[in-house]
Every structure is written in structure tokens, then in C-alpha cells.
């Protein structure tokens, strides 16, 4: 595969939660942008069973802000995601460390979402998984800050 410009790529375990979660967010946040350059969002996770429906309660989150998130199948994270990658946003400490570990060159593109986005006071994304719906709403307000952010610096870097 080619190197596409302007691959985002979200990061976490097993890609049913937070990393789907992320990427349809960033989605959602870049159409309300009239104008912007094209910007591919994908999301994989380190531990990842391939094509995993996202967790119930992550689609149920996502539906009440009117995101959609039902077609969404887990990816496990490969080499070839890891290369087309411009930027890799993780949830935790331990995906930044386990995937430079397994991917070396990712080291100057790989950061934590939170901390990226400038909210560097916690920077780790609550894992809602096995949680309550709840949870999965706190999460889903930690995304959509850190989201927001993360679009504006974006925008600016691509224009």
C-alpha cells in the first residue's frame, strides 16, 4: 500500500471502545468543517480480534450524540496501518509503550490522544470496558474534549 497523507490512526486494545469511539468522533468533528483538506481516520487495536462489532454499550453512546458506529469491525493493528500513519493517537501509557515495542519507526508519530490535545493533567483515556453505560458516557466526554482539540490543531497543521 501507498503512503496516504493525513491518516490519523487511534490506538487501543481491542479496538470495540475507545479507538472506534475516537475515530467516528474526529469523523464527525472534520465534516462540521466546510472546506477542509480530506483527512482519512482509522482505528486499530494491539490486541484486537478482526472484525468485532463495537461494544454495545460504545454504540449506544455514540447513537445518543447521533454518531454512527454500528458498522464498525475491530482491526487488529499491523504494520501496514502503522506505516500509512501521518499521526497515531493512543488511550494509555501502556499502548504507547507496547507499540513502539512492536513498531520502532511509529516513535516520532505516535502519541497520547489526551496529551496531544494539549490535557496533559491525566492523560490516559478511562478504559469503559466491562463498565456501565455510565462509563462509557464519561469516556465518550473525555473523547469529545480531547476530539475537539485535536481537530482544531489538525486543521490548522493542513491548511
Known amino acids: 500500500m501507498s503512503e496516504e497523507k493525513g491518516l490519523v490512526l487511534f490506538v487501543c486494545t481491542g479496538n470495540t471502545c475507545r479507538s472506534p469511539m ?3 468522533l474526529l469523523r464527525h468533528e472534520w465534516q462540521k468543517r466546510p472546506g477542509a483538506p480530506e483527512l482519512k481516520v ?3 487495536g494491539l490486541a484486537a480480534l478482526d472484525g468485532a462489532q463495537a461494544s454495545e454499550h460504545a454504540r449506544t453512546v455514540m ?3 447521533g454518531i454512527e ?3 464498525h469491525r475491530s482491526t487488529l493493528l499491523n504494520e501496514d496501518l502503522v506505516r500509512q ?3 497515531i493517537l493512543v488511550m494509555g501509557r501502556q499502548h504507547y509503550r507496547q507499540l513502539l515495542q512492536l513498531y520502532p519507526a511509529a516513535s516520532g508519530k505516535t502519541y497520547l490522544l489526551k496529551e496531544f490535545a494539549g490535557m496533559t493533567e491525566n492523560p490516559e483515556v478511562a478504559d469503559p470496558y466491562g463498565g456501565t453505560l455510565e ?10 474534549a480531547a476530539i ?9 497543521g493542513l491548511k
Open 22 to 24: 475516537a475515530e467516528a
Open 69 to 71: 458506529l454500528e458498522t
Open 63 to 65: 447513537r445518543e450524540a
Open 135 to 144: 462509563e462509557y458516557r464519561q469516556t465518550f466526554k473525555e473523547l469529545q
Open 85 to 87: 500513519a501521518s499521526l
Open 148 to 156: 475537539a482539540k485535536i481537530a482544531l490543531h489538525l486543521e490548522r
Open 42 to 44: 482509522a482505528s486499530a
